[in-house]
Every structure is written in structure tokens, then in C-alpha cells.
Nanobody, 122 residues
């Protein structure tokens, strides 16, 4: 089984920065896409940013220019650098690994982390 463990959430003032990290562990052959989603109270989960194993990235319009996603394929880690944070960035942030291949399973799998809370408030 594959586990995703996030770290780096917390409380930050508007305009501040936070860095989220996620490491995938377990029996992994490959991970095509790694990304971050978030869910604010009363809202649906939404994509924040995703990065492929080849380094292609995609961002939600609301975070473009403020957030940067990166990954280390060898270590199965993905990082989200969040700058110029705003109160509407407050949410639980979830790490996602999609199109994952594990030994003995010949179909793509998807995994989620448990979530880490980011609160932007003065």
C-alpha cells in the first residue's frame, strides 16, 4: 500500500508564506502526477497545483504567480511553496498521487494524504 504524509501546515498572517511537503512511501513503481488539492469549509475540494513526472505543471488561476509546485521523483516527494497568502487560501490541503503503478497491479491507482490545515489570518 502507498501512504502519503503531508507536513508544513499552520497559521500564517496575510501576505506570509508557507511550504507544504508530501512524501509518498510504500511499494511504488512510478507516480505520474503529484499534486495538491484544498477544501475550504463549506466548499468542494479543488485543484491547487499538479506536476507530472516530466515536470509539467498546472495551477489553479487563483494561485498562479503566488504558489510554486515542485517534486523530487527519486524521493517521491512533492512540495508546494505558498507566497503572498490570503485569507481565502485558508483550507485543508491534501496531497494527491495519481496514475500510480505498484508492483503486481496493472492499472493506475490514486492515493490521498490525510490533509494539513492552512489558516491565513491576522
Amino acid at each position: 500500500q502507498v501512504q502519503l504524509v503531508e507536513s508544513g501546515g499552520g497559521l500564517v498572517q496575510p501576505g506570509g508564506s508557507l511550504r507544504l511537503s508530501c512524501v509518498a512511501s510504500g511499494s511504488i513503481v512510478s507516480i505520474n502526477d503529484m499534486g495538491w488539492f484544498r477544501q475550504a469549509p463549506g466548499k468542494q475540494r479543488e485543484l491547487v497545483a499538479v506536476i507530472t513526472s516530466g515536470g509539467s505543471t498546472n495551477y489553479a488561476g487563483s494561485v498562479k504567480g503566488r504558489f510554486t509546485i515542485s517534486r523530487d521523483n527519486a524521493k517521491n516527494t512533492v512540495t508546494l511553496q505558498m507566497n503572498s497568502l490570503r485569507p481565502d487560501d485558508t483550507a485543508v490541503y491534501y496531497c494527491n498521487a495519481d496514475r500510480v503503478l505498484v508492483p503486481g497491479v496493472y492499472t493506475y491507482l490514486e492515493f490521498w494524504g490525510q490533509g494539513t490545515l492552512v489558516t491565513v489570518s491576522s
